[in-house]
């Protein structure tokens, strides 16, 4: 429990019969979390609701605070789900301002939003917030948008005389196709094993 403030006086003459004050030190601790848990994969695309959680103690707050909350790029706000006694201000998205007023009591007070991964989004998303006043300890967050390589295989054409089935000599072209909606992929590789009646055309030309 934090010291009060006290403020006292001593007369050298004569009596002092209400010569001091005391008035406790209001504390603000701020923290800011998501739905997913800070490091968690994402996928473009995800919803994410973000909290931010202000826990004022010893007292009404004296004075605004106010949260600047900065949605690093890749994600688009989306909207307030839970305002509690904050005031919130998104016009000027990616940043975005929450007000808790003065008098406010005592309590754990928050705030969620929404943001959504977006198209263009990085490897690392990073979300932060910055107070006005008190503390501020866990206030950023990120996570990873992992690679999501997906692939297919189809027949395209064929020079046979009856479609859809294999014939002796005819030539068959296959398309293989890779699709990442994730982050870059290194070092990614396909094998491609064909059935023993089957010649490569590749392998022909060794």
Do not use: M, W
């Amino acid at each position: 429990r934090p010291t009060p403030l006290s403020n006292a006086v001593v007369a050298d003459v004569g009596e002092c019969g209400s010569c001091a004050t005391e008035n406790p030190l209001v504390r603000l601790n701020t923290t800011k979390r998501s739905d997913i848990g800070d490091g968690a994969n994402v996928q473009i695309g995800d919803t994410l609701t973000y909290t931010l959680t202000t826990v004022v103690a010893e007292g009404a707050t004296t004075q605004d605070l106010i949260l600047t909350d900065t949605l690093g790029t890749g994600l688009e706000f989306g909207n307030i789900t839970n305002s509690g006694p904050f005031t919130a201000e998104t016009g000027a998205a990616p940043e975005l301002s929450f007000t808790l007023p003065a008098g406010t009591p005592a309590g754990s007070h928050s705030i969620s939003y929404t943001a959504v991964v977006a198209e263009n989004a990085p490897v690392r998303l990073s979300n932060s917030v910055v107070a006005s006043n008190g503390d501020c300890i866990s206030c950023s967050t990120e996570n990873h948008i992992p690679p999501d390589v997906r692939i297919s295989k189809s027949l395209v054409s064929e020079d046979g005389a009856v479609p859809g089935l294999a014939e002796l000599g005819e030539t068959l072209i296959f398309e293989i196709v890779l699709t990442n909606t994730g982050s870059a992929a290194d070092g990614f590789s396909v094998r491609d094993v064909l059935d023993t009646d089957l010649v490569s055309e590749l392998d022909r030309h060794i």
